[in-house]
């Protein structure tokens, strides 16, 4: 096998195939990417068993062929590589890398023993590459990060008719996002609506690698078909699957139901800035308190002596005042997540929840309010 590339195509690629790759194997062949070089492609790809990522990319292909190189090892190589034309050769067990006057050899692994990766199961429709990527990131925020716990960090995939929804709870909070989306042609309204729990940290990546790729195919198979519960997506010659995980998130409808509340209107970066000052001073777990009244909100945090407050400008229908307070990191991660020029507050009052939203309501953030010490 003989191939020339650009550095920094080749580098690109390498850098998406090693996501798939898993910390830790007990199959040395896991941790090695497959590089397939035909016609004037290269493919790259790599598996765990849990997800697989498969790039294609243009290359000058000299002699076809097939390697098995240490991931990790050739991704490290890719980074310290000068700019400029590529040149990649395999002979006998070694596997050669030169460009820019520098040069590395790396031994291959045994092809044989490399398992088949996963087929795509089946296509479910086609969704927007950048709206699907924001979305993504604008619910991942509320993911659990407690691995004891595993369907909590997951993001929720939804797909009814043309509307996709996305969410995302680590009990505490729960993030929601609807976007619209393209259902294949052989998908029958109403019969073919799907309710899975992806990995968010595997979404999020595939997601953020495909931003740019105009529009992306999803394919799905639940849990307990011939695809063994698995989500596909391509876009833009990159291909990943990922395998669902067990469960199902917390139905949203009746925690997001609010009755009787208090209605805040605020500036969705001058509230993220403020969030920011004042929660310097807020200690681990410690509230930070949002006081409403008529044409602005009073931001306070701290305790004795280390203490700080910011006044911005918000308008409350449907109460006179209204007290809440919120752990800082999720309430920053939260407003930070929203795109909108304003940021809508539904507010029970104090120690209840409280539901932040975007103008048009398709996007939802949903936290719980502290106990207010100050």
């Not at 042609?185 to 740019?212: C, H, I, M, N, Y």
Request: aromatic share 6%; hydrophobic share 45%; with cysteine.
């Amino acid at each position: 096998m003989e191939f020339r590339i650009d550095r920094g195509v080749w580098g690109e690629a390498v850098a998406q195939a090693a996501r798939a790759l898993p910390a830790r194997s007990p199959m040395p062949v896991l941790g090695g990417l497959l590089l397939e070089a035909e016609g004037d492609r290269l493919r790259v790809a790599g598996f765990d068993y849990e997800a697989s990522s498969r790039i294609d990319v243009p290359a000058e292909v000299v002699r076809p062929g097939r390697a098995l190189v240490l991931g990790r090892r050739l991704a490290d190589i890719c980074r310290v590589l000068p700019e400029g034309p590529v040149v990649c050769v395999l002979e006998g067990t070694r596997f050669s890398v030169e460009g820019g006057g520098a040069r590395f050899g790396l031994s291959v692994l045994p092809l044989d023993e490399y398992p088949a990766l996963p087929a795509l199961p089946a296509f479910r429709g086609e969704v927007d590459a950048a709206a699907f990527a924001a979305a993504v990131s604008q619910v991942a925020v509320a993911a659990g990060r407690d691995d004891t716990l595993p369907v909590l960090t997951g993001i929720r995939i939804g797909l009814d008719g043309g509307t996709m929804t996305l969410g995302a709870t680590d009990r505490y909070r729960y993030a929601i996002r609807e976007l619209e989306w393209k259902p294949s042609e052989a998908a029958v309204p109403g019969a073919d609506a799907v309710d899975v729990v992806v990995p968010s940290r595997r979404l999020a990546e595939t997601a953020r690698a495909l931003a740019k790729a105009g529009t992306v195919r999803i394919f799905l198979g639940e849990r307990g078909g011939g695809s063994g519960g698995v989500l596909g997506i391509e876009g833009d010659g990159i291909r990943t699957t990922v395998r669902l995980l067990d469960g199902r998130l917390p139905r949203h409808d009746t925690l997001f139901a609010m009755e009787t509340t208090a209605t805040a209107e605020i500036g969705r970066a001058a509230l993220t800035e403020a969030v920011k000052r004042v929660g310097v001073v807020a200690e681990r777990d410690s509230p930070l308190r949002l006081d409403f009244a008529e044409g602005s909100v009073l931001l306070q945090a701290g305790y004795e002596d280390d203490v700080a407050s910011q006044r911005v400008p918000a308008t409350l229908t449907g109460a006179e005042t209204m007290t809440v307070a919120f752990n800082p990191g999720y309430l920053l991660d939260a407003v930070s997540s929203f795109e909108s020029e304003t940021v809508r507050c539904e507010l029970l009052g104090p120690g209840q929840r409280a539901l932040l939203s975007d103008e048009r309501g398709t996007h939802r953030h949903l936290l719980m309010s502290m106990k207010a010490l100050l």
